[in-house]
């Protein structure tokens, strides 16, 4: 894959945002209702979303990625249970949902969408805090904050495997540290977000990235 492919990945929000930077602040920062504390979808039911909206492969890959990192680090660094551990599956599969249909209105539709179906205000409120800069929402809890410090790492990782001949076999954190200050490489990948996030999570970079090698795969 080409340098210019990689910077052109749809997900990264940081590149192609300046469009609409203004119109993604969410200007709230409560989400859904208290009393659907608990209430999540079904994975059957999180596919079939997915697959209505969104077409770009790129794009299923990165938040399949995602959801994959939030389950493994809920369930062996905070200890959940699995059904907890969903929840935290959850927000990582659906954080960027909307974005391939309306990219003008990210976060927003998702939002909405989840509100209508009475989904868990924890799982909502951890996807729109996923963007501080972008939504004006702060992440809170620990999903809030984890879901912000793997999005854009994850994708900067996978895209270091894609130009690597081996993909993800024997990545090592020092490849991943060195593209990380090579700012031409996947330029989009907003390196003020990683730094911000990590800082937010208390989870050193080093220590993110190890993890994302450790479970991410193509
Ligand atoms: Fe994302």
């Given at each position: 894959?080409?340098?210019?492919?990689?910077?052109?990945?749809?997900?990264?929000?940081?590149?192609?945002i300046?469009?609409?930077?203004?119109?993604?602040?969410?200007?709230?920062?409560?989400?859904?209702?208290?009393?659907?504390?608990?209430?999540?979808m079904?994975?059957?039911?999180?596919?079939?979303?997915?697959?209505?909206?969104?077409s770009?492969?790129?794009?299923?890959?990165?938040?399949n990625?995602?959801?994959?990192?939030?389950?493994?680090?809920?369930?062996?660094?905070?200890?959940?249970?699995?059904?907890?551990?969903?929840?935290?599956?959850?927000?990582?599969?659906?954080?960027?949902?909307?974005?391939?249909?309306?990219?003008?209105?990210?976060?927003?539709?998702?939002?909405?969408?989840?509100?209508?179906?009475?989904?868990?205000?924890?799982?909502?409120?951890?996807?729109?805090?996923?963007?501080?800069?972008?939504?004006?929402?702060?992440?809170?809890?620990?999903?809030?904050?984890?879901?912000?410090?793997?999005?854009e790492?994850?994708?900067?990782?996978?895209a270091?495997?894609?130009?690597?001949?081996?993909?993800?076999?024997?990545?090592?954190?020092?490849?991943?540290?060195?593209?990380?200050?090579?700012?031409?490489?996947?330029?989009?990948?907003?390196?003020?977000?990683?730094?911000?996030?990590?800082?937010?999570?208390a989870?050193?970079?080093?220590?993110?990235?190890?993890?994302?090698?450790?479970?991410?795969?193509?």
């Amino acid at each position: 894959m080409q340098e210019g492919e990689l910077n052109a990945f749809p997900f990264v929000i940081s590149g192609a945002i300046n469009f609409c930077m203004e119109n993604l602040n969410l200007g709230r920062q409560e989400f859904g209702d208290e009393k659907n504390k608990g209430n999540t979808m079904t994975r059957l039911e999180v596919s079939a979303l997915l697959d209505e909206w969104i077409s770009n492969e790129r794009l299923r890959v990165h938040v399949n990625q995602v959801g994959k990192l939030m389950y493994s680090w809920a369930r062996e660094q905070e200890n959940l249970d699995e059904e907890n551990a969903w929840s935290w599956e959850m927000a990582g599969l659906l954080h960027d949902a909307d974005w391939d249909k309306w990219p003008d209105q990210h976060c927003r539709k998702i939002i909405e969408e989840l509100e209508s179906r009475n989904i868990d205000p924890e799982i909502i409120r951890a996807i729109a805090s996923h963007g501080p800069a972008y939504f004006g929402v702060e992440p809170r809890t620990k999903m809030d904050k984890m879901l912000y410090a793997f999005d854009e790492l994850s994708g900067l990782v996978h895209a270091y495997s894609l130009m690597r001949p081996e993909g993800y076999l024997g990545m090592e954190l020092k490849g991943v540290q060195k593209r990380l200050k090579e700012k031409s490489f996947a330029a989009n990948v907003s390196r003020e977000d990683i730094r911000d996030a990590a800082e937010r999570s208390a989870v050193p970079v080093e220590d993110l990235i190890r993890f994302i090698i450790a479970h991410q795969t193509a």
